[in-house]
């Protein structure tokens, strides 16, 4: 039986189906662990929205990056912080926690190659849409456990849904999904230059997938698919040497 090339891609889409999430398009990065983040930048009058890996020092586009929520983010949310998000105590949601846990991606937000200098007042990071089976929320919790929502699309997305960026800063917010699966993301940066005056990015999507904690079934078909893509390579291999 002769192998064609096109079976592998197919059988790794066909895995990812199983997990809950779809092989990106392209050659996008999946990156879910270490410290990422949505960089702004500026040049020569327009915004440079992009993704770094402060762990290899890599710029991506965003839409060479695809950020993977594992499915250790899994909480069930407490009351005080269902009680800002609009969701019942002990809803689950997946998330990206502002304090770094090795297991999941450290996802910040960096504006440190802007001057200060050159911006009068904040800029903002607006969610301008989503796409995906559920919503999103960013927030902080305060030195005295007091939670301030940034963004939270579970009512509809509009322009109080937004980051508030000082120039030339970097921080951490946390990132929660109610539902497993694929998201897109549209952000606008826009800020007042002391220069260009007001400038705006325009929407710019970013790739989230939420990845569900694989039930037993899953896991069993996972380990077909897995061991016959094994067999496959395999018989390639040896036909190559052979
Ligand atoms: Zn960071």
Redesign the pocket.
Known sequence: MKLKLSVIPITVAALGALLGWAAPAGAATLLNRG?V?IGIGYDAGAFDLHVHD?ESDTEYSPGDAVLGVNASARRLTSAGLGVALGLSAGTPLWILPAAQDPELL?L?L?TEELSDSEWSGNLSLTLKGISGPGSVAAWSVGSLGEISVHLNSRDGVNASDRFSLLAGS?G?VNLGFTEPGNYELLFEATGTHLTDGVVASGDVAYAFSVIPEPSVGRLAAIGVVTGWLFRRRTRCASRTVG
């Open positions: 410290h983040d402060e450290f910040g960096g970097h951490h």
